[in-house]
């Protein structure tokens, strides 16, 4: 059991530059969301989404985009990198209806260098 | 959005002796979920316990417990007997039970284990 996949692991851009950071889980978990990890910040909410088709702004939402198209992948999207976007990176999924005290579970993260 | 605060930004304790790492939230809401999650050098994040809102009883997982005061919004990790291997950082987490169901974070304590 996989659980959640995400890549890459470290990523350098350059400003104004764009990427995709993937993620997939193969639990069936109806919960997906990114955050982002800066020194002193904790984990903040980037998006969120609750099943297929859905998605939401967390609580840093700008300049990334995300989709979900299929219960299993939730890509994010930098369209044009910045850099204060330089961070550490989590996907995480959980199961959402009927299971709410399913914690989180969390991807190996990606360290993204914007220079 | 739900705040959760982390008071603490380092704790260090002796080996084999017992530590409280504190954390606060804000909520309006009745019903909702407290985790407390591990995180090693190694970027991995590791669910430590978990918290029903509506259950009285404390959380307890082997050496790990809470201390749950649900009318001060209170929600302390004791961790007896520490070990080498706990010294890590540790994120309260509170999620929502309403709307997208979202994970809240703070921003984290990182604790020392001295030998």
């Known amino acids: 059991n996989a659980g959640v996949t995400q890549t890459p692991k470290f990523q350098v851009l350059k400003t104004g530059q764009s990427m995709t950071l993937q993620c997939a889980q193969d639990m069936n978990h109806e919960y997906m969301s990114w955050y982002r990890q800066d020194p002193g910040m904790g984990l903040r909410l980037i998006h969120y989404s609750v099943g297929a088709g859905i998605t939401d702004q967390g609580e840093v939402p700008n300049g990334y985009n995300v989709s979900r198209s299929t219960t299993e992948d939730f890509p994010l999207r930098l369209l044009s990198a910045a850099p204060s976007q330089t961070s550490v990176y989590f996907c995480?999924?959980?199961?959402?209806?009927?299971?709410?005290?399913?914690?989180?579970?969390f991807g190996n993260g990606t360290r993204l260098t914007v220079t | 959005a739900q705040t959760v605060t982390q008071s603490q930004p380092e704790m260090s304790v002796q080996e084999a002796e017992t530590v409280t790492l504190s954390c606060t939230y804000d909520t309006s809401e009745s019903d909702y979920y407290l985790f407390w999650y591990k995180q090693p050098p190694s970027r991995q994040m590791i669910l430590v316990i978990r918290q029903e809102a509506y259950k009285q009883q404390n959380a307890t997982e082997n050496r790990f417990s809470v201390n749950f005061q649900k009318a001060a919004k209170s929600f302390s990790l004791k961790i007896s007997d520490s070990q080498l291997g706990d010294a890590a950082m540790y994120f309260c987490a509170y999620r929502r039970t309403a709307g997208g169901n979202q994970f809240y974070f703070g921003t984290g304590t990182s604790l020392t284990v001295i030998p």
């Open positions: 995480a999924s959980s199961y959402s209806r009927g299971a709410r005290n399913s914690p989180l579970h």
